[in-house]
């Protein structure tokens, strides 16, 4: 099915191009988001929680030369992903199908970057995406009608998710 990144045995294809890795690790980190202000009379800050951050994911692959093709062909590759949506303009929206991800109660995310990294090993490179916990205008805009809650940092325009991502992991 295209529009559909799926994990098996450590690889991980979106659609029907393969993300030219195997997967070492996938990690989410959440964080609160603090107000701070200074206290009259007193050193340091005071802090206010006011909700949570967008979660931040980061999945590691190694890209590993065989008789087929290069590490570096397979990074160039993995970056046309990552730079393939829209004509490089923006980055693209996915729908969440992983476990790992939708029980820390994400629905969509977005790339937000790619690293790639070697050492004196010449057959291998570390390459690690970065995606970002994406929500939408809309969303925001209701979440905070139903918790009574604020908006805070409201985007001014919201992408359209069409994919899915990692399902079935």
């Not at 923006?90 to 790619?114: C, W």
Request: net charge negative; with cysteine; hydrophobic share 35%.
């Amino acid at each position: 099915m295209d529009g559909l990144l799926t994990y098996d045995d450590g690889l991980i294809r979106l659609g029907s191009r393969g993300v030219p890795g195997v997967l070492k690790r996938l990690t989410i980190r959440g964080e609160i988001q603090f107000d701070s202000f200074p206290q009259d009379q007193k050193s340091g800050s005071a802090k206010t929680p006011m909700g949570w951050r967008d979660s931040a994911i980061t999945i590691v692959v190694d890209l590993l030369t065989d008789d087929s093709s290069t590490c570096y062909d397979k990074l160039e590759e993995l970056n046309a992903i990552y730079r393939g949506y829209d004509n490089g303009v923006n980055p693209k929206v996915f729908t969440v199908g992983n476990p790992h991800i939708e029980a820390r109660g994400i629905d969509q995310v977005v790339f937000s970057g790619l690293e790639s990294s070697e050492s004196d090993d010449e057959d291998s490179i570390q390459a690690t995406i970065r995606l970002t916990e994406h929500n939408p205008a809309v969303v925001r805009v209701e979440k905070a009608r139903t918790s009574g809650v604020a908006e805070i940092d409201k985007p001014t325009s919201a992408p359209v998710a069409d994919q899915t991502i990692m399902e079935g992991v």
